[in-house]
């Protein structure tokens, strides 16, 4: 029997949050909604949701910094909503670890495509790859695994990691990673994957220091080393 993936509805406009539990629950999704942000933490420990449709201004706690905190224990897929369109690149970069975004005013069909996408892009694959070099990936939990130690990474990170390290030496420019990223072409800017990234290559630095594994090839792009070069 197939589980339903439950949906976090996090909005304080009642009739909008209403509208969007309607249509992902006709699309087969189980739902919840709060309407308080600090709520929402203690509700996610507890409850482990699938996805969190989680809107930026909220009473309470603020999208921004709840999108942070759950960071902090739990890697669940998380689309921001918001209406200001002057933190999507920041939304983007994962400042705060957000997997997607939509923007306010939304077409609820549009909002059930993009959750299904998102859920869709987290299906397992083979667990774990193999390869010659240092590093293993689990599709299944998005973990990365070397020398008996493990990392988990945000669903856009290990995105990322994944292009690169299934063509090892190949370089990739910042708009094909864009390309594989966001498949739906939305515009970001270069930063996006930048920042995406930085984070990554930290992660990567806990879980094996002194090499470095992802390069940043000036003027072209980024490329995956097997064989990590160790740091200057």
Not at 48 to 71: Q, T, V
Not at 132 to 145: T, Y
Request: with cysteine; net charge neutral; hydrophobic share 40%.
């Amino acid at each position: 029997m197939t589980q339903i993936s439950r949906i976090l509805i996090v909005e304080d406009e009642q009739k909008l949050a209403k509208l969007a539990a309607d249509y992902l629950q006709n699309a087969g999704f189980a739902t919840e909604i709060l309407s308080h942000g600090d709520a929402v933490l203690p509700w996610v420990k507890q409850q482990h949701p699938e996805l969190i449709l989680l809107d930026l201004m909220l009473p309470g706690r603020d999208g921004l910094a709840i999108c942070r905190e759950i960071r902090n224990f739990s890697q669940v897929p998380i689309i921001m909503v918001t209406a200001r369109v002057e933190e999507i690149d920041r939304l983007l970069g994962l400042e705060m670890g957000a997997d997607d975004y939509i923007c306010k005013p939304y077409s609820p069909r549009e909002m059930v495509a993009r959750v299904k996408a998102v859920l869709r892009r987290l299906q397992p694959q083979t667990s774990p790859e193999n390869s010659a070099g240092l590093l293993a990936l689990d599709s299944n939990s998005f973990r990365v695994l070397a020398e008996g130690r493990e990392i988990e990474l945000t669903a856009v990170e290990f995105q990322l990691l994944q292009a690169l390290y299934r063509q090892p030496g190949h370089i990739f420019s910042r708009s094909r990673l864009m390309d594989l990223v966001y498949p739906d072409q939305r515009i970001v800017s270069d930063r996006t994957i930048d920042s995406h990234i930085k984070k990554l290559r930290k992660k990567l630095a806990e879980l094996l220091p002194g090499h470095e594994l992802i390069h940043s090839v000036y003027g072209a792009g980024y490329r995956y080393d097997r064989q990590p070069a160790g740091q200057d």
